[in-house]
């Protein structure tokens, strides 16, 4: 992080706010130059008793002055802006990895590629909410989302790229140094708009292989199959927008985190003990069981929320 949260950490963030500083320093000159001109006018050759002011009108040099300059100022800015379109619209050249990142009321879901270090016993590593990425190296995300438009954007290492239901949009993201950046979904997209955040966390090689391959080995760990489902199930679903199991890739931080939900005395701090039949009377409809929570009606079915408990009581935080 620099002085400023949201100091350019990569290229392509480096590359807009090179442009903005660029537009906003000739802003200021013109601002300068206008506004002196100005006062000096005004306190010079304002009228007076005996005095007539000069006339411009015509006058062929100051014309052609104030219409060429602008004018190259305008081509300059138009320029520079279109060639870092073309920068950051160049998703592909000299990606290291594409990652495909989902948006659905109100988390972002990522599956990482189909290569051996994701690979785990029935698929390959997905996640949520956060998204771990290798340090330097430019990371290709396909966005798509499953209901309205969503907007993803990391401020610090810049880009911005609307989800969009029924089309694929890409952007990519680089991060210069090892470390977490945090974004924010920028398009109202409903009543948990302001939860659906984003983490990139970027680390130098050693870690990433490190994270992935504790990542596949918790998905490995579990074998049976309806936990295995409830598992996905919450990784897909909105769940783990908004809880973190550690180990896993639900990083929400909305709700609490439910690393060792199944040994834990209440839920929500109104059910207890903490069992099958109070989980699932809990996720059936949470505001009825305690008014007022932000944790809202999912509307899911029994099997869902079957298998999903299942998959709750096997979080004992070991
Ligand atoms: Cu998704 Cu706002």
Not at 233 to 248: D, E, M, Q, R
């Amino acid at each position: 992080m620099g002085p400023w949260p949201n100091d350019p950490q990569g290229p392509q963030a480096r590359a807009i706010a090179d442009l903005y500083w660029i537009l906003f320093g000739a802003a200021v000159i013109v601002l300068a130059i206008v506004v002196g001109a100005l006062v000096v006018a005004g306190l010079r050759f304002r009228e007076r008793p005996g005095h007539v002011a000069r006339q411009y009108h015509g006058h062929n040099l100051l014309e052609l002055i104030w219409t060429v300059i602008p004018t190259l100022m305008v081509i300059t800015f138009a320029v520079l802006s279109f060639q870092r379109l073309t920068y950051i619209n160049d998703v592909d050249s000299g990606a290291a990895m594409t990652v495909k990142v989902h948006a659905r009321q109100w988390v972002w879901t990522f599956e990482y590629p189909q290569e051996q270090m994701f690979k785990t016993n029935d698929g390959y590593l997905q996640g949520a909410e956060e998204l771990h990425i290798p340090v330097a190296q430019k990371v290709k995300l396909d966005l798509d989302s499953t209901d309205v438009i969503h907007s993803f954007f990391i401020p610090g290492l810049g880009g911005k790229k609307d989800a969009v239901p029924g089309r694929e949009t890409a952007l990519w993201v680089q991060a210069d140094r090892p470390g977490t950046y945090k974004g924010q979904c920028t398009e109202f997209c409903g009543t948990g708009h302001a939860d659906m955040l984003i983490t990139i966390v970027a680390q130098n090689q050693a870690d990433y292989a490190d994270w992935a391959g504790k990542a596949v080995a918790k998905a490995n760990a579990i074998t049976d199959p309806e936990t295995k489902k409830g598992q996905q199930l919450f990784l897909s679903l909105a769940c783990a927008g908004c809880h973190t199991v550690k180990g896993t890739t639900a990083g929400g931080k909305v709700g609490p985190d439910l690393t060792n939900i199944a040994v834990r005395n209440t839920i929500a701090g109104v059910l207890s003990p903490v069992n099958d039949a109070n989980l699932k009377k809990w996720i059936g409809n949470p505001p009825a069981v305690k008014p007022g929570t932000i944790m809202p009606n999912l509307g899911l079915d029994q099997p869902t929320i079957d298998a999903i408990v299942k998959y709750l009581l096997t979080l004992d935080g070991k």
